[in-house]
Protein backbone atom coordinates (compact mmCIF):
# COMPACT_ATOMS: atom_id res chain seq x y z
CA UNK A 1 0.00 0.00 0.00
CA UNK A 2 3.26 2.25 0.46
CA UNK A 3 4.63 2.04 -2.64
CA UNK A 4 1.39 2.18 -4.37
CA UNK A 5 0.35 5.25 -2.43
CA UNK A 6 -3.04 4.17 -1.38
CA UNK A 7 -3.30 5.09 1.87
CA UNK A 8 -3.52 9.03 0.26
CA UNK A 9 -6.37 7.43 -2.54
CA UNK A 10 -9.20 9.76 -3.13
CA UNK A 11 -12.60 7.44 -2.96
CA UNK A 12 -14.84 7.61 -5.74
CA UNK A 13 -18.69 7.21 -6.18
CA UNK A 14 -19.52 4.21 -8.71
CA UNK A 15 -22.90 3.53 -10.86
CA UNK A 16 -23.60 -0.08 -12.18
CA UNK A 17 -26.80 -0.85 -14.55
CA UNK A 18 -27.53 -4.04 -14.56
CA UNK A 19 -28.38 -4.06 -18.12
CA UNK A 20 -26.07 -1.92 -20.88
CA UNK A 21 -28.25 -3.12 -23.91
CA UNK A 22 -32.19 -3.44 -23.21
CA UNK A 23 -35.95 -3.24 -25.07
CA UNK A 24 -37.45 0.51 -25.46
CA UNK A 25 -39.76 0.15 -22.70
CA UNK A 26 -38.29 -2.48 -20.25
CA UNK A 27 -37.01 -1.48 -16.49
CA UNK A 28 -33.64 -0.42 -15.41
CA UNK A 29 -32.19 -1.23 -12.33
CA UNK A 30 -28.88 0.13 -11.45
CA UNK A 31 -26.80 0.42 -8.10
CA UNK A 32 -24.52 2.81 -6.70
CA UNK A 33 -21.72 3.08 -4.29
CA UNK A 34 -19.06 5.18 -2.88
CA UNK A 35 -15.60 3.05 -2.23
CA UNK A 36 -13.74 4.69 0.22
CA UNK A 37 -9.65 5.38 0.73
CA UNK A 38 -9.18 1.54 1.91
CA UNK A 39 -11.09 0.62 -1.25
CA UNK A 40 -14.00 -1.19 0.55
CA UNK A 41 -17.83 0.17 0.26
CA UNK A 42 -18.99 2.66 2.39
CA UNK A 43 -22.43 2.59 4.22
CA UNK A 44 -24.50 5.58 4.43
CA UNK A 45 -23.90 7.26 1.78
CA UNK A 46 -26.35 9.75 0.03
CA UNK A 47 -27.19 10.12 -3.63
CA UNK A 48 -28.34 12.20 -6.25
CA UNK A 49 -29.24 10.61 -9.65
CA UNK A 50 -30.22 11.90 -12.88
CA UNK A 51 -30.71 9.77 -16.15
CA UNK A 52 -30.87 11.63 -19.43
CA UNK A 53 -32.64 10.52 -22.03
CA UNK A 54 -32.20 10.40 -25.97
CA UNK A 55 -34.21 13.35 -26.67
CA UNK A 56 -32.57 15.27 -23.61
CA UNK A 57 -35.12 15.29 -21.06
CA UNK A 58 -33.48 14.59 -17.95
CA UNK A 59 -35.10 12.68 -14.81
CA UNK A 60 -34.24 12.40 -11.22
CA UNK A 61 -33.90 8.90 -9.99
CA UNK A 62 -34.57 8.20 -6.24
CA UNK A 63 -32.38 5.37 -4.39
CA UNK A 64 -32.90 3.44 -1.61
CA UNK A 65 -31.29 0.62 0.47
CA UNK A 66 -31.55 -3.01 -0.94
CA UNK A 67 -29.37 -5.88 1.10
CA UNK A 68 -25.84 -4.82 0.76
CA UNK A 69 -26.41 -2.10 -2.40
CA UNK A 70 -28.39 1.12 -2.71
CA UNK A 71 -30.19 0.94 -5.96
CA UNK A 72 -32.54 2.30 -8.30
CA UNK A 73 -34.96 1.67 -10.83
CA UNK A 74 -36.05 3.56 -14.00
CA UNK A 75 -39.21 2.88 -16.19
CA UNK A 76 -39.08 5.62 -18.57
CA UNK A 77 -37.20 3.78 -21.41
CA UNK A 78 -39.63 4.46 -23.75
CA UNK A 79 -37.88 5.92 -26.64
CA UNK A 80 -35.18 3.83 -28.11
CA UNK A 81 -31.14 5.60 -28.51
CA UNK A 82 -29.04 6.17 -25.58
CA UNK A 83 -29.12 7.07 -22.27
CA UNK A 84 -27.15 8.48 -19.44
CA UNK A 85 -26.86 7.78 -16.06
CA UNK A 86 -25.41 10.63 -13.87
CA UNK A 87 -24.62 9.90 -10.13
CA UNK A 88 -23.83 12.40 -7.39
CA UNK A 89 -22.62 10.94 -4.25
CA UNK A 90 -20.86 10.82 -0.67
CA UNK A 91 -20.62 8.91 2.33
CA UNK A 92 -18.51 9.20 5.61
CA UNK A 93 -15.19 7.17 5.94
CA UNK A 94 -13.89 5.03 8.68
CA UNK A 95 -12.50 8.28 9.71
CA UNK A 96 -15.47 10.09 10.11
CA UNK A 97 -14.12 12.42 6.79
CA UNK A 98 -16.79 12.47 3.99
CA UNK A 99 -15.70 10.82 0.57
CA UNK A 100 -17.54 11.87 -2.33
CA UNK A 101 -17.90 12.36 -5.83
CA UNK A 102 -19.47 11.80 -9.42
CA UNK A 103 -20.04 9.20 -12.03
CA UNK A 104 -21.21 8.55 -15.03
CA UNK A 105 -22.32 5.53 -17.30
CA UNK A 106 -24.16 5.50 -20.73
CA UNK A 107 -26.87 2.20 -21.86
CA UNK A 108 -28.77 2.05 -24.72
CA UNK A 109 -32.61 0.95 -25.39
CA UNK A 110 -32.97 -0.71 -28.46
CA UNK A 111 -36.54 -0.62 -30.71
CA UNK A 112 -38.35 -3.83 -30.35
CA UNK A 113 -41.31 -5.14 -31.95
CA UNK A 114 -44.09 -2.89 -32.81
CA UNK A 115 -46.55 -5.21 -30.97
CA UNK A 116 -44.96 -5.36 -27.88
CA UNK A 117 -44.54 -1.34 -27.54
CA UNK A 118 -48.19 -0.93 -26.69
CA UNK A 119 -48.71 -4.59 -24.15
CA UNK A 120 -52.18 -2.73 -22.98
CA UNK A 121 -55.37 -3.64 -25.05
CA UNK A 122 -56.30 -0.74 -28.03
CA UNK A 123 -59.88 -0.26 -26.73
CA UNK A 124 -60.64 1.63 -30.04
CA UNK A 125 -59.97 -0.88 -32.33
CA UNK A 126 -61.30 -3.78 -30.90
CA UNK A 127 -64.68 -1.74 -30.86
CA UNK A 128 -63.87 -0.93 -34.29
CA UNK A 129 -63.85 -4.90 -35.10
CA UNK A 130 -66.52 -5.64 -33.21
CA UNK A 131 -68.83 -3.10 -35.40
CA UNK A 132 -67.38 -4.46 -38.25
CA UNK A 133 -68.54 -8.08 -37.64
CA UNK A 134 -71.88 -6.65 -36.23
CA UNK A 135 -71.19 -6.42 -32.90
CA UNK A 136 -71.52 -3.83 -29.81
CA UNK A 137 -68.47 -1.00 -30.83
CA UNK A 138 -68.41 -0.20 -26.82
CA UNK A 139 -66.10 -2.53 -25.34
CA UNK A 140 -67.99 -4.55 -22.06
CA UNK A 141 -66.95 -4.27 -18.70
CA UNK A 142 -66.73 -7.18 -16.19
CA UNK A 143 -70.03 -5.75 -14.80
CA UNK A 144 -71.69 -6.20 -17.82
CA UNK A 145 -71.39 -9.36 -17.46
CA UNK A 146 -74.89 -10.57 -15.52
CA UNK A 147 -76.98 -8.40 -18.20
CA UNK A 148 -74.73 -9.88 -20.85
CA UNK A 149 -75.40 -13.44 -19.93
CA UNK A 150 -79.20 -12.92 -19.24
CA UNK A 151 -79.51 -11.06 -23.12
CA UNK A 152 -77.73 -13.91 -24.37
CA UNK A 153 -80.01 -16.72 -22.63
CA UNK A 154 -82.82 -15.29 -24.47
CA UNK A 155 -81.33 -14.15 -27.85
CA UNK A 156 -82.02 -15.92 -31.40
CA UNK A 157 -80.24 -16.45 -34.85
CA UNK A 158 -81.17 -14.39 -37.40
CA UNK A 159 -84.22 -15.78 -39.49
CA UNK A 160 -81.69 -15.55 -42.67
CA UNK A 161 -81.68 -18.07 -45.98
CA UNK A 162 -78.47 -19.01 -47.69
CA UNK A 163 -78.70 -18.33 -51.54
CA UNK A 164 -77.11 -21.18 -53.09
CA UNK A 165 -76.27 -21.30 -56.67
CA UNK A 166 -75.80 -24.32 -58.42
CA UNK A 167 -74.17 -24.34 -61.74
CA UNK A 168 -75.30 -26.10 -64.10
CA UNK A 169 -78.54 -26.51 -62.33
CA UNK A 170 -80.22 -29.64 -63.33
CA UNK A 171 -83.44 -29.10 -61.78
CA UNK A 172 -84.01 -25.40 -63.73
CA UNK A 173 -82.29 -26.76 -66.97
CA UNK A 174 -84.46 -28.27 -69.89
CA UNK A 175 -83.15 -31.14 -72.12
CA UNK A 176 -83.01 -29.60 -75.66
CA UNK A 177 -83.49 -31.87 -78.75
CA UNK A 178 -79.53 -31.68 -79.59
CA UNK A 179 -78.32 -34.45 -77.45
CA UNK A 180 -80.93 -37.36 -78.92
CA UNK A 181 -80.74 -36.27 -82.28
CA UNK A 182 -77.05 -37.21 -81.90
CA UNK A 183 -77.73 -40.43 -80.09
CA UNK A 184 -80.21 -41.09 -83.09
CA UNK A 185 -77.73 -40.56 -85.82
CA UNK A 186 -74.99 -42.45 -83.97
CA UNK A 187 -77.01 -45.81 -83.83
CA UNK A 188 -78.43 -45.39 -87.23
CA UNK A 189 -74.44 -45.26 -88.38
CA UNK A 190 -73.81 -48.45 -86.67
CA UNK A 191 -76.38 -50.43 -87.45
CA UNK A 192 -75.35 -49.21 -91.27
CA UNK A 193 -72.36 -50.62 -90.59
CA UNK A 194 -73.23 -53.74 -89.35
CA UNK A 195 -75.52 -54.49 -92.30
CA UNK A 196 -73.22 -53.30 -94.76
CA UNK A 197 -70.44 -55.96 -93.29
CA UNK A 198 -72.72 -58.52 -93.24
CA UNK A 199 -74.60 -58.51 -96.63
CA UNK A 200 -70.47 -58.53 -97.86
CA UNK A 201 -70.17 -61.46 -95.72
CA UNK A 202 -67.30 -59.61 -93.69
CA UNK A 203 -69.51 -61.05 -90.69
Known amino acids: LWLAQQENAAGNVWVKPDFRRLAAGQQQLFSVGVKGKSGLDLTGGKYEVRITGPSGQSFPVPVRREGQFDRGQFWQTL ?23 KASVRFVAYQDERELLQQAADLDFLGK ?11 YRIDDLPDFLSKLKTATLPNQKVKIERF ?34 MV
Request: aromatic share 10%.
Open 168 to 201: PDWRKTALTPFLPLWLLLFIVILTLEWGLRRMWG
Open 129 to 139: LAAAGGGRSPP
Open 79 to 101: QPGEYRIDVTGAAPDTDGKPVGG
